[in-house]
């Protein structure tokens, strides 16, 4: 069973960093991509960051681009978000995800794992 659990929320002011971590079972190998998304209040979930399990090529979501790093730690089960240089729209619930499809992408309705979410807030 894939399971996926985020950590590292939390508040911060303009031009901060957080690193947002998410810790994932052994099973979470069998999918092909994992990515981070964000929802906002009254607002559509959207792609942040993925990248094929395992490591390799990444994907960014324009907004985020030059300012957020998705990597992993396979012996450590951890997928990150680094995120610099945050701004106040940046503020939003995060969530870790898992894919099976063959490709890999930061479209939503390819993911089909999914964690509880860790907020962000960033005040200006």
């Known amino acids: 069973q894939v399971q996926l659990v985020e950590s590292g929320g939390g508040s911060v002011q303009a031009g901060g960093s957080l690193r947002l971590s998410c810790g994932f079972s052994?099973?979470?190998?069998?999918?092909?991509?994992m990515g981070w998304f964000r929802q906002a209040p009254g607002k559509e979930r959207e792609g942040v960051a993925g990248?094929?399990?395992?490591?390799?090529?990444?994907y960014y979501a324009d907004s985020v681009k030059g300012r957020f790093t998705i990597s992993q730690d396979n012996a450590k089960s951890t997928l990150y978000l680094q995120m610099n240089s945050l701004k106040p729209e940046d503020t939003a619930m995060y969530y870790c995800?898992?894919?099976?499809?063959?490709?890999?992408?930061?479209?939503?309705?390819?993911?089909?794992?999914w964690g509880q979410g860790t907020q962000v807030t960033v005040s200006s």
């Open positions: 990248m094929r399990t395992g490591g390799g090529r990444t």
């Open positions: 052994e099973y979470t190998y069998s999918s092909n991509c």
């Open positions: 995800a898992a894919s099976r499809v063959p490709w890999c992408s930061i479209q939503l309705n390819e993911y089909n794992y």
